[in-house]
């Protein structure tokens, strides 16, 4: 069988639904190049995979070594259809790769009219200029740029050239990451730089910090005594916490087994639990229709888990369990069978490695 990377640049959408259904691949790896199975799916127009891959969990904005996002490929090759899915589940519309091109810089420059229409309607800056100075409107066909122009106008943008090096306001890219980057079973505990106590709770002590430059958060699971069987289970339980490629559930990251210190490591969400959203200061308006949003991410999410074989565990699932990342909530099931202070599993009671 040809390798992932292949099946999805054919379109072989079975394959890659088998592929993606196998709990040990990783859907986010990158190839030589850091292109990612959505790079690839992006610009080559396949777009039930591209809906496949963003439904299990696809990072949206991962670069490739050329610091290219899918939303450029998806523009630069004309794939209307794919451009619109990918601003809708969040893509950066106005991302620079290292040229310093905008998705909308390569609309422009192929003489995809449609696609650098439904760029700017979505935001795209008609003014960004790249490495050399180049707007989008300065690569768009004389025809192509009054329009743009006049409907940046109507958009209420400001027409004046922003300067390649005036790029503090985007933000930081995230690579492609290796294969298995995110599946890592067995870390040194030394590789964690842990700065900021969060809480105890009845399953450890949980700790901000980072690790590989992520900012994470790691939880030492509490034993009365670290046996070896609690050891081995431990290492057993860990893969089912490490399969979930699902947008509304929250990825863990790897996992420290080196008793007497067991560490599940995971993403850490800048929002906290969807109990902070509603009781602290983030900022969120929890209107009707928002919660009405949550409440389908949250159905979406259990949906996922009940399908997974074998069953998972029955969970308790308050609001301090589900995390929310802007506005995507997401589970978390960091701690699904995991240990009890007094060395027993805790019987499938979800843990929260957020909660205050």
């Known amino acids: ?78 794939h209307r259809d794919i451009v619109v899915m990918l601003i809708h589940n969040k893509a950066n519309i106005n991302a620079i790769n290292e040229h310093g091109n905008t998705p909308l810089h390569y609309a422009c420059f192929w003489g995809h009219d449609y696609v650098a229409e439904d760029l700017v309607n979505n935001g795209a800056l008609v003014g960004m200029a790249n490495k050399f100075d180049e707007t989008p409107l300065d690569k768009a066909t004389k025809r192509l740029a009054n329009i ?73 699971l509490s034993l009365r005594e670290c046996t070896v069987r609690n050891s081995r289970d431990f290492q057993e339980e860990f893969p089912r916490l490490r399969i979930f490629n699902h ?27 969807l109990f902070n959203v509603l009781h602290g200061e983030t900022g969120i308006v929890v209107d009707q229709n928002q919660a009405l ?22 969970l308790i699932l308050t609001s301090k369990h589900v995390m929310i990342d802007e506005d995507l909530a997401k589970i978390n099931i960091d701690d699904p069978k995991y240990y009890a202070p007094d060395g027993t599993m805790n019987g499938g009671v979800m843990e929260c490695t957020h909660c205050v």
Not at 178 to 196: F, K
Not at 293 to 314: C, K, Q, S, V, Y
Request: glycine share 6%.
């Open 1 to 78: 069988m040809d390798d992932i990377f292949t099946q999805v640049r054919e379109g072989n959408a079975f394959q890659v639904r088998m592929w993606l259904d196998n709990t040990e691949n990783d859907l986010n790896q990158g190839d030589d190049h850091r292109f990612s199975l959505l790079h690839w799916a992006s610009r080559e127009g396949r777009t039930n995979i591209v809906d496949m891959l963003i439904q299990r969990g696809a990072r949206i904005n991962a670069t490739n070594m050329g610091d290219d996002t899918a939303l450029h490929l998806a523009a630069s090759h004309g």
């Open 148 to 220: 743009l122009k006049d409907r940046a106008v109507q958009l209420g943008q400001d027409l004046q050239k922003i300067p390649f090096k005036d790029r503090s306001w985007l933000g930081y890219k995230t690579r492609s990451r290796d294969a298995l980057l995110s599946r890592h079973t067995g870390i040194d505990i030394d590789q964690l730089s842990l700065t900021t106590h969060i809480a105890n709770t009845h399953s450890g002590e949980v700790w901000r910090g980072q690790w590989q430059k992520n900012d994470i958060v790691a939880k030492i």
């Open 293 to 314: 949003r949550f409440a389908i991410d949250i159905a979406r999410g259990m949906e996922f888990l009940h399908t997974m074989e074998p069953a998972i565990p029955n």
């Open 247 to 273: 947008p509304n559930i929250l990825p863990v990251l790897a996992c420290c087994n080196q008793p007497p210190n067991l560490v599940v490591i995971s993403q850490f969400m800048p929002y906290g639990s």
